[in-house]
């Protein structure tokens, strides 16, 4: 289906925020460089499993002139998913976005699920308290919009309203397949006509003492640090793009489901499988692979099983790379940061690759690319998509 001309979605317009700072030259800037430290995260004690976190600077929405009704409603998430909106779309012709196209969202967004009680309130909650209590510290301290606040469609509607989209619009929860999910339901739009151009973003968890015990919960991997972050980009169909000079499609993509390690392993290396497939590629063809910073134990040991079986090699032979070290882990926007890597990649015939002490290599691409990314759901959702690029 991608591959008939007239249904090659191609990407474009990329807008990133992570806490390598603004745009994706800074990011991979920040890569090559080696290793970021992640900063003390704020209210996390000894006795917390983790204590520090990638977190983003303080930006300034005021350039959007945001509708103070609208403020009431807007979280430290939604604001970071209306900055990366803006730092995509800043790049567009604006007119073209109100001449009547139809441009959709297609967004992949963790739960927002604020604390509430908020965190200063918990913290200076006496240690112990009796139901009483409990309930007036919740009645006390919940926002009266709180109910707004915690749906995603409510960040969707921001977006939308803020930069005039009026194509049709969809979020997808809460892991980090969500971002996946949304750049492939966004280009089927495309293809079957909803829409003429497509905004795909996705937007990191909110970092908070609470987050890390839920994903303790979920067996999160220790060693590994939550990161904030957005990530967006363009998605337009239509034969013009092929006259870019450096132009990147989606060439295919499969999405599976796997409940137990073994079933994991096999689901994930069926969607390769299929991926390949559909792009009518070998294995062989794959010249970068951007692999999901997995969220448990299970889901890393399935998809280094699975890289294995689909490109009958051992791990050290692969040309994989993740971002994790600089971004840390960003749940939905950690594969669409690697989407973006992919693109910024094939646009200057250049690759990341594991180097000495934690810094990114460089090395070369040429003539036509294919570059696999994959993300792994914390309970068995497997995506993988592949694109296609042309450096000369």
């Known amino acids: 289906m991608l591959n008939q001309p007239s249904h090659s979605v191609y990407l474009d317009f990329p807008g990133i925020y992570s806490s390598a700072g603004v745009g994706i030259d800074r990011l991979w800037q920040a890569i090559c460089a080696g290793p970021l430290s992640p900063k003390p995260l704020h209210g996390a004690s000894e006795a917390w499993p983790q204590r520090e976190a990638y977190l983003v600077d303080r930006f300034d929405l005021s350039a959007l002139r945001l509708d103070r009704k609208m403020l009431r ?112 339901e966004g280009a089927l739009s495309l293809i079957e006509g909803e829409n003429e151009n497509v905004l795909v973003g996705a937007v990191s968890p909110t970092v908070s003492p609470v987050r890390i015990l839920q994903y303790d919960h979920l067996l999160w991997q220790g060693p590994q640090r939550m990161g904030e972050g957005a990530a967006y980009v363009m998605l337009r169909k239509g034969q013009d793009e092929e006259k870019s000079a450096r132009p990147v499609r989606i060439a295919g993509f499969w999405r599976t489901f796997g409940m137990t390690e073994t079933a994991r392993v096999e689901a994930l290396s069926s969607a390769i499988e299929q991926a390949l497939a559909m792009a009518k590629i070998p294995p062989s063809a794959i010249d970068w692979i951007l692999a999901d910073s997995t969220w448990t134990q299970i889901n890393h ?64 691409m040429t003539g036509t690319q294919y570059v696999l990314v994959t993300a792994c759901g914390a309970h068995g959702q497997f995506i993988a998509v592949i694109l296609q690029g042309r450096y000369q």
């Open 73 to 184: 409603t807007v979280t430290g998430q939604s604001s970071l998913a209306l900055y990366g909106a803006h730092l995509s779309l800043a790049q567009t012709d604006p007119s073209s976005r109100f001449d009547g196209s139809r441009c959709g969202l297609y967004l992949g967004l963790p739960t927002i699920d604020e604390e509430i009680p908020s965190w200063s309130a918990l913290e200076k909650a006496p240690t112990r308290l009796c139901p009483t209590d409990l309930s007036d510290l919740f009645l006390r301290e919940t926002p009266p919009l709180s109910g707004l606040t915690l749906l995603n469609s409510s960040a969707c509607a921001h977006i939308s309203s803020t930069f005039g989209l009026t194509g049709t619009m969809a979020a997808f929860s809460p892991f980090s397949d969500a971002g996946l999910q949304a750049v492939i």
């Open 301 to 364: 040991k399935a998809q280094m099983r699975a890289m294995e079986i689909c490109f009958e090699n051992n791990q050290s032979c692969l040309p994989l790379y993740s971002a994790e070290s600089v971004t840390g882990v960003m749940g939905p926007a950690q594969p669409m940061t690697h989407l973006l890597l992919a693109l910024q990649g094939m646009r200057t015939g250049r690759k990341l690759l594991y180097g000495p002490h934690g810094a990114g290599l460089e090395e070369e």
